[in-house]
């Protein structure tokens, strides 16, 4: 996987993410105006609600706050700041769907509104859930902050959004890929959860019967309006989405059933002739965007889950385990099964 350098990232996030960790360095007693000083961020900007700053800003301000409180798991203790108020409208999104499992994709989908670095797979493997974090940049030795950071405040968003309400164990297993910097006891007891250190993957394992549990907070009109105010800001931040990504992102939310030309064409009331000029402009072809979704699902499923390979396969849409074996030699020139862990 290709890292991406943080210092040619101009991805911009709401200045509130710094505001969250300047109370977390005043709670430890210290003076954030060094720290900002060193981020080049002014102070004037954390009373500012439309301020924004970048990602190597922020990372200039997470290595000075590190190296200044000198805490090991001060991202576990950063992560409890970042309640779902803190991420505005993809918040009350969340908060606002008709479950778990539906906040969960809600969050994925817009994730780029979130204050997360990594890449985050969601996979139902039987009765476990399972969230994985890939790497999306270099962090070096910030990673771990980021990671126990993330962690945590997927914790304490369940709680919010369930209050008191949810009496059972929030998380089934966490995993963590690099070794325990304290002890593994002080690492359950913040987690409430069993703790793995030294796995291969940093993942979040739980019950799936908390997918289906319905939130407290559901509102279908409010989800709607607030997914609409995501959708205006993700154009705001990214750029409106060129055709090809369109697509793909039907593809890619396509599960058993992979739609045809005729059935985008009905999605987007084109003509297939049309969607074919489209693509040619951007170089590409319908089917090849197909092959490289059915791929990247293909190989999510046999990194993250237990599923046989004609499982997978039926789930992507072959009816024979031959065709689906045949096509993932066509798109990586090896068998499926040499892409277990």
């Not at 993809?90 to 997360?116: N, P, Q, R, V």
């Not at 394992?205 to 609409?228: H, I, W």
């Not at 890619?252 to 084109?270: C, G, T, V």
């Amino acid at each position: 996987m290709q890292l991406s350098k943080i210092e040619s990232n101009t991805r911009q996030q709401s200045i509130i993410n710094i505001l969250l960790m300047v109370q977390l360095v005043e709670e430890y007693g210290c003076d954030p105006s060094p720290l900002l000083s060193a981020a080049n961020i002014d102070e004037k900007m954390l009373r500012d609600p439309k301020a924004t700053t970048s990602l190597s800003q922020e990372v200039k301000f997470v290595r000075s706050m590190l190296k200044t409180l000198n805490k090991p798991d001060l991202g576990f203790y950063a992560g409890q700041r970042y309640r779902l108020s803190a991420f505005g409208n993809l918040g009350m999104a969340a908060a606002s769907c008709e479950s778990i499992e539906d906040a969960i994709h809600l969050f994925l989908k817009y994730l780029h509104l979130s204050y997360s670095h990594f890449d985050i797979s969601f996979v139902k493997d039987k009765d476990i859930a399972v969230l994985r974090f890939k790497d999306v940049y270099q962090f070096a030795e910030l990673r771990r902050f980021y990671i126990e950071r993330d962690f945590s405040f997927l914790l304490v968003s369940i709680r919010d959004m369930f209050a008191r309400s949810l009496g059972e164990q929030k998380f089934k297993t966490i995993h963590f890929d690099f070794e325990c910097p304290t002890s593994i006891e002080h690492y359950e007891k913040l987690y409430e959860c069993q703790v793995k250190f030294s796995m291969p993957f940093n993942e979040i394992q739980f019950d799936g019967k908390y997918l289906d549990r319905a939130l407290p907070q559901a509102n279908s009109l409010t989800r709607q309006l607030m997914e609409e105010h995501c959708r205006i800001q993700q154009v705001e931040i990214l750029g409106p989405a060129v055709f090809s990504e369109q697509i793909r992102e039907l593809v890619k939310n396509s599960e058993e059933f992979i739609p045809n030309m005729e059935d985008i064409a009905d999605q987007f009331n084109l003509t297939s002739r049309t969607i074919r000029r489209k693509l040619n402009l951007e170089g590409l072809s319908y089917q090849k965007i197909v092959n490289e979704e059915l791929c990247k699902k293909a190989v999510h499923y046999l990194e993250t889950t237990h599923l046989t390979v004609e499982q997978i396969g039926y789930r992507l849409g072959y009816g024979e385990p031959s065709s689906f074996v045949h096509a993932f030699k066509r798109w990586t020139g090896k068998v499926p099964t040499s892409f277990r862990k």
